[in-house]
Nanobody
Framework: QVQLVEFGGGKVQAGDSLRLSCAASGRTSSDSVMGWFRQAPGKEREFVAAISWSGSVTYYSDSVKGRFTISRDNAKNTVFLQMNSLKPEDTAVYSC?????????????????WGQGTQVTVSS
């Protein structure tokens, strides 16, 4: 069993930065991918970014590419999402997730474990 816990959400102004962390406990495999998703009120869950177990492969949605950076520290079982140049439309609950087999990192339905989510609010 894997447990995921997110940290680092908060309220910021447009243009500010935030760094989210996702701490994982339990066994993960070298085939796995860790992802970040977000969901704004009244909207569907949206893929944000994902990273391979080694950290050598990353994926980003077009809406965050160039502003957000995903990284990981396997020694600490932690994945990070550095969010720069935040915009009001980035406001959402951000959740990290683990996909054991990593076939389609952008698809939320493929992920096996989820954190509880952390709120990010960006005001204009």
């Amino acid at each position: 069993q894997v447990q995921l816990v997110e940290f680092g959400g908060g309220k910021v102004q447009a243009g500010d930065s935030l760094r989210l962390s996702c701490a994982a406990s339990g066994r993960t495999s070298s085939d796995s991918v860790m992802g970040w998703f977000r969901q704004a009120p009244g909207k569907e869950r949206e893929f944000v970014a994902a990273i391979s177990w080694s950290g050598s492969v990353t994926y980003y949605s077009d809406s965050v590419k160039g502003r957000f950076t995903i990284s990981r520290d396997n020694a600490k079982n932690t994945v990070f999402l550095q969010m720069n140049s935040l915009k009001p439309e980035d406001t959402a609950v951000y959740s990290c997730a683990l996909d054991i087999f990593a076939l389609r990192p952008q698809f939320s339905g493929d992920y096996d474990y989820w954190g509880q989510g952390t709120q990010v609010t960006v005001s204009s």
